[in-house]
């Protein structure tokens, strides 16, 4: 269990990175970031940053040295980054759970293991593999990399027959699965959080929006029963149970028709704070990012009550040039993650607006 | 007016700058904190700061060139560094309020220049003075210094005539002002902010309550009458505009009983971010921290609008130690400023615990 004044590595430096620091900081920890990229917006938030490859064991070395436990941004840390980090101290989430997320395969078996329901799917290793599992399961269908694939990235959606020549190659002829096309209603997502003591919680659940095939806006509450809404935290925290996961995780989550028997499906999970959990900072006491800190600290987890209804939207590239806009309406927030460079389809920063909750 | 990727300077490294540096950062500003003391607990939640003293006019020189603006987390700044660094650029609130905030006299001068009412008093300089002044006030009164007095230091209490002697040489044989005792029912505070378009906003009146002279918690809604809740929120707005002020202030006042024609008589103001505005972190969108930071970098206030009833209580001392049972308990925020050395009396973190607005 750390104590304040201790200090909590951070491998990434984007704007998760600092918003893990700034919560943090609140809690009366140092963070230190450690992330390859010199321009990190994660480093003007904390005084101690390395700036070094993922493969840089000297660096590793020296901020193992620096810290008491470590923790990450994003899913796609390199493997023998964490083995090495391992060694010397706590890594949280343990790894066993990036090897699980990191392909779509071995995530969807194991959200079959544990009784929740996922697409139709097929492991793809060729074009012939392709053809088949196209003739074995019909189209529509998505064909995804197996690997390192968010926002949209590595992903070729087939329609019609026409579509399924050549698109092997077009996702880098790496290894692949093919999933059903799910014809669902909306898309949901839960965060969930355990500690080392085995406390689990998990938030309402978060309606997203993609534009772009990026996350565009996410409402809560979400528009579903409270039937659907409970089984959705369940699945959330079942995950987490299953993993002897530490730390906060997203499951994305697709609604079916109510024609469907089981109406929840789980599109893919993230072993990290989750942008559909932005909400959580004005609209909670305990935003996720505390939640994260919380856990990998070994500390009690937070009340996840919900105080008021909220719409969170993502600012990408020029949106944040709404600016004035934004820190001029009523009962909105403005969030921005102070990034050097406003690029086309890179998150520059969110919006909170904060509506009082309907009694009901 | 700052973009995003501008710095803000901070003088002063304690919690306020901690926390006005965290805010800074939400809205994807940096900061460079410059402070004397090498354990400032402000150093670690920032990529910059200057270790050195206010009259080094070398470091002060690097300091305004790496910066745009700067601002303060405490009223006492040595008038020199001020004077040096506005020169070389905006030094906000404007240092005509640190006179007037300064000095006991000054300050009742002012208040009452804008019909604010004070307690009765009169300037002491001498031993004599100060019996003269007894003669003509009656007791019980509080002699306190003119200058550098805060949390009760540089205060006496003179209950009966027998107090009266040698309290000159007791506050420091410094000037001083006596105030006669105010009967008052309640203390409350009203925290107000100015930008340099001429906004004007203010939060909900907090009700505070000492111990050992030093804020113990504070309550928001405060147990007072809306017409006197109205009344509170008018002397803060009032004395931003007549200062031309820019940031955020507070204005500590004492509600007398209801046989008083004028209730609210003003104790003192506080030109910053303050103790008993800490709520505002947890129980508005836009929290103190924020709308000082957006004030001083010349963008639009925020919305005041309180979301949650709440009490926030000062951790000091050894309470920092509850942090177990306080992050456990339902709807309770816990924030610790990092300090490396727990003392008594001094201020290591604080609390706020939310419930949902009564409807009337």
Known sequence: MLNPGDTIGILGGGQLGRMMALAASQLGLKTHIYCPDPDSPAFDVTAYHTCADYEDEEALEAFAQSVQRVTYEFENIPAPTVEFLKKRLPVLPDDNVLKTSQDRLTEKKFFQSIDVKTANFRDIASQE??????EAMGLPAMLKTRRFGYD??????????????????AIGAQPAILESFVPFEREISVIAARNEKGQVVSYDIAENVHKNQILDTTTVPADISEGVAAEARKIGEKVAEALDYIGVLAVELFLLPETFERR???????????NSGHWTESACLVSQFEQHIRAVAGWPLGDTTRHSDVVMTNLIGDDIERREELLTNPATSFHSYGKAE?????????????????SS
């Open 129 to 134: 593999s392709l053809q088949e599992a196209v």
């Open 152 to 169: 949209g990235k590595g992903q070729v959606f087939l329609k019609k027959i026409e579509d399924v020549e050549g698109a092997f190659d």
């Open 264 to 274: 929840l499906i789980a599109n893919e999970m993230a072993p990290r704070v989750h």
């Open 342 to 358: 406003t690029r086309d389809g890179r998150k520059m920063g969110h919006s909170n607006h904060i509506k009082p909750i309907k």
